[in-house]
């Protein structure tokens, strides 16, 4: 009996059953946890270096596996090659990684083998990551803000080459709560940015079976000049399309302010030679051509579909579609991709697939020319691009929401498709980039210096962003008076985005720098002086298996004490203290 002054305490058998559980149990979880990080994920990805594509597409590996590189603690996702073929394009691949299994989602750029070349942070939620052309310079823009919903607030970002952000536009208000929305930001000929924006409303919706006094999510675009911010342009939705032509549902959708309806939902905006404007409306299913003036000059698709289908009804059957542009205005050919669902509530085909069609406007037909679906046939719910590239004649198909990359040949043929998270866990919104791009024209030559990290006897490098790296050489320093001389040790081929040198036959030399090699075998930068570090990772395998043993430990002889004491029943058990109370 435990003495407190005259009282006795008693602890019953089935309390400490209980707190020896609760110990067995953390126990276990603590060792479980320090067994998997330090053991078993590693033994899956060294057993697995390429990700085995089934496993991979089945999500064994997580919705987006991720690694993380040891030079900068950047991340970014591994990828599976579904398919392969030598002729796919050999430029750079630019996305935006979001979703829930990316860690420190944000604009990416990949290079033809899919290995990382750069990775920006810091942006909150970006979309729309492509290389345009603004005064004779190339600049990577993508827009960065606040999402919400389907819709998102912010502003447009223009990067040099540098990774130096130059130029930063924004939407004209005009004296409402008009922001920049995250959908389209195309730079024109002209130097001048189309912008979309999205703008609550007052609207009557009684023509939907709803409130008369209700609200509108009404969509539109501008054009504004990038050097002064002037407004050039200006269009919505509302002024030209009744609210009825939409195919939304919504139930609890424009009763309040809070919930407006949204009936049309741009989501791109092309301009031809002539300042005509091609717009996608996902919620009409409609592409349309706006004249300079704002009018509307021709509907295909939707419910006030002009042209007359000459592939059987196949050429203007898309729904929910995204990313309409112009191919060639001379022969009529432009890109779509049609997504065929708009949600659980709103599907419409058994796949998505990009689209290339030719217009003939004069007559008012169109005939559907090819058809590019990816190796598995995905649909995706929302978001999505088709991208003709010219250099090769191929179409580059990103898949939005799911985290699908394909490339086709002209006709619609599968040549090369990549997965950068399991396809069918995407409905849990786990790996997404809005749209995808292809281009082969961007240097980047950042302003940081290589990175580099010495982990046990290993040395690694990265230069995030640098697009002109071939080599690079390990130098090692010297000490003394001789500290400021350094001497050549080895030198490596750069194959993936993070290299690294094994110091351990080189214990003579305690400082290392690596310096990054182009071409012509120039030096184009050193990095800063590598100091020693020590990995903890074989200390965290040891411990785990080391909690472990005592986890098993302590329940084999919580089993044979409450064997022992079994008997104890009702009279409970008494610990003894000398020290009153």
Known sequence: MLLMGRRRFEVKPFVLRLLLWAVIVVAGAVALYLTISYAAIPL????????????????FYGGSPSQTY??????????????HDPDCDKGYTFLNYNGGSIPNPGPAILDSNRELIWKGEGFAVTTNLKVQSYMGQQYLTFWSGKKGGTMGRGVYHMLDSSYDVKHTVSAV????????????????????????????TPADLSSLGKWKNGWLADSGFQEVDIATGELLFEWKASDHF?????????????????????????????????GNYLISSRHTHSVSCISPDGQIIWILGGQRNQFRDLSAGDAVNFKWQHDARWVSEEEGIITLFDNKE????????????????KLDIANRTVTLLHSYVSQYQTRTPSQGSAQYLPDTRHVFVGFGHSPVLSEFSLDGTLLCEVHYGAPWLHVFTTAVSYRAFKSAGWIGKPREPPAAKIVDDLLYVSWNGATEVEAWVLQGGGTGEHEEEWSDLDFIDKEFFEESFDLSQLSQYSRFRVGALDREGEILGYSDVAPRESSGSWWGFVLAVFLWGVACKVAWMGYGWVARHRGAGRRGVSWVVGKKW
Do not use: C
């Not at 040891?70 to 398919?83: A, D, E, Q, Y």
């Not at 709560?177 to 000929?189: C, M, N, Q, S, V």
């Not at 791109?268 to 030679?273: A, H, L, N, T, W």
């Not at 708009?342 to 069609?357: A, K």
């Open 44 to 59: 899956l990805i060294w057993l697995s270096p390429t990700l085995n594509p089934t496993l991979y597409d089945l999500g």
């Open 70 to 83: 040891v030079s900068n603690g950047l991340s970014s996702p591994r990828t599976s090659i579904g398919k």
């Open 173 to 200: 208000a005009k004296g409402s709560e008009i922001e920049g929305d995250l959908h389209e930001f195309k730079i024109t000929p002209n130097n001048t940015a189309l912008l979309t924006f999205y703008n609550v």
């Open 242 to 274: 009744q609210v009825n032509e939409t195919f939304m549902t919504h139930p609890f959708g424009g009763y309040i302010k809070s919930i407006p309806f949204d009936f049309f939902h741009i989501n791109s905006v092309d301009k031809d030679s002539k």
């Open 342 to 357: 708009g949600g659980p509530l709103h599907v419409d085909g058994p796949y998505s697939r990009g689209m290339m069609l």
